[in-house]
């Protein structure tokens, strides 16, 4: 009888975990649905809320260089330029023809008066885009306009 209550106890018990329960549990948004979420908040302008899933998203997915080249991005925009170059950099290493990181790694050299370091990742995507591609027209329209 006694091997019984609790049996029935521990059942009641596990049945009603939030876990298991219908409805009830609501699993944390994964990296896609972070990276997401922090790339409507870049649309919109609000980068420390991009920054904020974008860090989370990097927990999930440490070697995600897309996620470093966001991080990158968003810190950029704030005006957190040391940040910035320390997720392009990491952007990079994890890809080093990751052609987004490589235009605004450029755009941030051009921000630190970098010319020729801004010049030599143009020099990268022209490699790597041999006909063209959007990284590299805007990477080049930025170092003309900042000539």
């Known amino acids: 009888m006694r091997n019984s209550l609790i049996l029935a106890v521990l059942m009641a018990s596990f049945l009603s975990s939030p ?17 997401k979420k922090a790339i409507k908040h870049i649309d919109r302008e609000q980068y420390d809320r991009a920054i904020s ?3 989370k998203a990097a927990d999930l997915r440490p070697k995600n260089a897309d996620i470093q ?3 990158g991005f968003a810190y950029r925009k704030s005006g957190k330029l040391e940040a910035s170059g320390n997720h392009y950099a990491k952007a990079l290493q994890l890809d080093p023809d990751h052609k987004g990181a ?3 790694q450029g755009e941030l050299f051009l921000m630190t008066g970098a010319l020729g370091k801004a010049r030599a990742n143009l020099a990268r995507l022209e490699v790597l885009c041999p006909n063209g591609c959007p990284e590299l027209a805007e990477l080049k329209a930025a170092i003309e306009a900042a000539q």
Do not use: K
């Open 102 to 104: 490589l235009e605004y």
């Open 69 to 71: 080249n966001y991080l």
């Open 53 to 55: 899933e974008l860090r």
């Open 19 to 35: 876990v298991l329960s219908a409805g009830s549990y609501d699993p944390p948004p994964n990296a896609d649905e972070r990276l």
